[in-house]
């Protein structure tokens, strides 16, 4: 049962264009999101976080936007640069202490 | 480095053999995390630690998996009886608790197992 859904496993993007990154949920006790960027071979780094009082965030090129009654959060890279080429994983959580992770997409940055 | 340190980074065995991997969390972080992540799936959660107590076990740690975080510090985690279906990267992570709303997980880089 996935409760957190990335339903594009792969994104290109020019140089200094930006990149949207897209996720879903399903359980509307999620009050926590998170973004993770994983490189090969490494473990997920910790890019951007919102929780649900708010609809923004934003974070120097980066940018989390939240729609609660969609049940959707998108980041947004801009200008997107080769060094972002990576997996991007979407994280919530709820009441407890689990964080849900969707399936990441693959983001290439085409110099 | 005061990041998340796993050992080893690579673990491969044979069907049948026990293994056990490392975690050294960052050292002010009291919440530990594993993680079992497959091909072109997302992390999964196994289990948490809040200091040395485990307080959480998700439904696919089965009775052959056992986590242990001794005076609540580094952490192991051991596959008994290995099956192929085991093969994945095993994550840890580690946070400090300050509030659920700002907690971010710090994630090592992770221990692959491969069963052969």
């Known amino acids: 049962d996935q409760q957190v859904k990335q339903n594009s496993p792969s994104l290109s993007v020019q140089e200094g264009r930006i990149s949207i990154l897209n996720c879903d949920y399903t359980n509307s006790m999620f009050d926590y999101f998170l973004w993770y960027k994983k490189y090969p071979a490494e473990g997920p780094t910790f890019l951007i976080s919102i929780s649900s009082i708010k609809d923004k965030n934003e974070d120097g090129r980066f940018t989390v936007f939240l729609n609660k009654s969609a049940k959707h959060l998108s980041l947004h890279i801009v200008p997107s640069q080769p060094g972002d080429s990576a997996v991007y994983f979407c994280?919530?959580?709820?009441?407890?202490?689990?964080?849900?992770f969707g399936t990441g997409t693959s983001l290439t940055v085409i110099p | 480095d005061t990041g998340v340190s796993q050992d080893p980074r690579h673990k491969i065995t044979k069907r049948g053999q026990n293994v056990t991997f490392r975690c050294d969390p960052i050292?002010?972080?009291?919440?530990l995390y594993w993680y079992r992540q497959t091909l072109g799936q997302g992390p999964e959660f196994l289990t948490y630690?809040?200091?040395?107590?485990?307080?959480?076990k998700s439904r696919l740690l089965s009775d052959r998996f056992s986590a242990e975080r001794p005076k609540g510090s580094f952490s192991t985690l051991e596959i008994q009886r290995t099956e192929q279906g085991d093969s994945a990267m095993y994550l840890c992570?580690?946070?400090?608790?300050?509030?659920?709303?700002?907690?971010?997980?710090?994630f090592g880089s992770g221990t692959q197992l491969s069963v052969l």
């Open positions: 050292s002010e972080h009291n919440r």
């Open positions: 994280a919530a959580s709820g009441s407890g202490n689990q964080f849900y």
């Open positions: 630690f809040q200091n040395e107590a485990q307080l959480e």
């Open positions: 992570a580690s946070s400090r608790s300050g509030g659920r709303i700002n907690e971010k997980l710090f």
